[in-house]
T-cell receptor
Framework: AQRVTQPEKLLSVFKGAPVELKCNYS??????LFWYVQYSRQRLQLLLR??SRESIKGFTADLNKGETSFHLKKPFAQEEDSAMYYC?????????FGKGTRLHILP | NAGVTQTPKFQVLKTGQSMTLQCAQD?????MYWYRQDPGMGLRLIYY???????DKGEVPNGYNVSRLNKREFSLRLESAAPSQTSVYFC???????????FGSGTRLTVV
């Protein structure tokens, strides 16, 4: 079965501290994974794709096929990082989303 | 630079009323999608259209219908609204999902 699991509903981190948002997936083939971000009452925006190995707004994510994970990381949290983050998997004809993690940056 | 445009942005309906949510994209994408977003439930796929002329059910299609009017437009219809359909609805489009989705700004629907 194709599935994306984000185990944390809420993650609170102090400003300047490292951030790691966890994502695990279940997929039988070669996965294509994404992270989306949604700032308060705005549309979802693509943050990064694993195939492009980008670093957007200081965030990176590495695909670990052995652990079937695609965790999102940032070394130093900023207040403007407070948002909802969704991990997503290309399931062929549609993208499968996790339930999301709300990241709250504490001052 | 419009991307995906959704109308209306807000709507309040009475139980039993009908309405159509409109979505249009100007990126020449083949695939279009309708999701609903509820607290604690994440994004759930209602219907999608992999290409012009085709539509398929997603995870939560009951109570909804869709029309892929042409390559640009994909509408979502609630025939008889229920309070359980109170949600934020997002339309998205993609080129076969490979490069991710582009989302619209959402429609906040309340059914009373």
């Amino acid at each position: 079965a194709q599935r994306v699991t984000q185990p944390e509903k809420l993650l609170s981190v102090f400003k300047g501290a490292p951030v790691e948002l966890k994502c695990n997936y279940s997929y039988s083939g070669s996965p294509e994974l994404f992270w989306y971000v949604q700032y308060s009452r705005q549309r979802l925006q693509l943050l990064l794709r694993h195939i492009s190995r980008e670093s957007i707004k200081g965030f990176t994510a590495d695909l670990n096929k052995g652990e079937t994970s695609f965790h999102l990381k940032k070394p130093f949290a900023q207040e403007e990082d407070s948002a909802m983050y969704y991990c997503a998997l290309n399931g062929g004809d549609k993208i499968i989303f996790g339930k999301g993690t709300r990241l709250h940056i504490l001052p | 630079n419009a991307g995906v445009t959704q109308t209306p942005k807000f709507q309040v309906l009475k139980t039993g009323q009908s309405m159509t949510l409109q979505c249009a994209q100007d990126m020449n994408h083949n695939s279009m999608y309708w999701y609903r977003q509820d607290p604690g439930m994440g994004l759930r796929l209602i219907y999608y259209s992999a290409s012009e002329g085709t539509t398929d059910k997603g995870e939560v299609p009951n109570g909804y219908n869709v029309s892929r009017l042409n390559k640009r437009e994909f509408s979502l219809r609630l025939e008889s609204a229920a309070p359980s359909q109170t949600s934020v609805y997002f339309c998205a489009s993609s080129e076969q999902g490979k490069y991710g989705y582009t989302f619209g700004s959402g429609t906040r629907l309340t059914v009373v």
